[in-house]
């Protein structure tokens, strides 16, 4: 079994910094991929950044030059960090962790309980 935990969302004013937790535990032996999503209140949930297995990441236009995401290999997390918050930042955020388990299998985790970010004007 594979656990996942976000953490540090909150309310800022816009303009305002938050930086958001993910860590894993349990049977894995590597993290593939890391994945942040959002989903704002009568939206879909969207891909706001990916962390490849090299480190190499991706950003989705809407955040590029506001948000930085990272991981740290050796201890099963990663982050995201956020500046130049926007209200339409406002949602609740997850992480999706793609790993390879003790038994070389590859998977993904189930949906943590995410973690709100709430931007006010």
């Known amino acids: 079994q594979v656990q996942l935990v976000e953490s540090g969302g909150g309310l800022v004013q816009a303009g305002g910094s938050l930086s958001l937790f993910c860590a894993a535990s349990?049977?894995?032996?590597?993290?593939?991929?890391v994945e942040w999503y959002r989903q704002a209140p009568g939206k879909q949930r969207e891909l706001v950044a990916v962390?490849?297995?090299?480190?190499?990441?991706h950003l989705v236009d809407s955040v590029k030059g506001r948000f930085t995401a990272s991981r740290d290999n050796a201890k099963n997390t990663a982050a995201l960090q956020m500046h130049s918050l926007r209200p339409e930042d406002t949602a609740v955020y997850y992480c999706?962790?793609?790993?390879?388990?003790?038994?070389?299998?590859?998977?993904?985790?189930?949906w943590g309980q995410g973690t709100q970010v709430t931007v006010s004007p």
């Open positions: 962390i490849g297995n090299s480190g190499s990441t």
């Open positions: 999706n962790v793609h790993y390879t388990g003790y038994g070389g299998e590859n998977r993904a985790t189930d």
């Open positions: 349990g049977k894995i032996r590597s993290i593939n991929a």
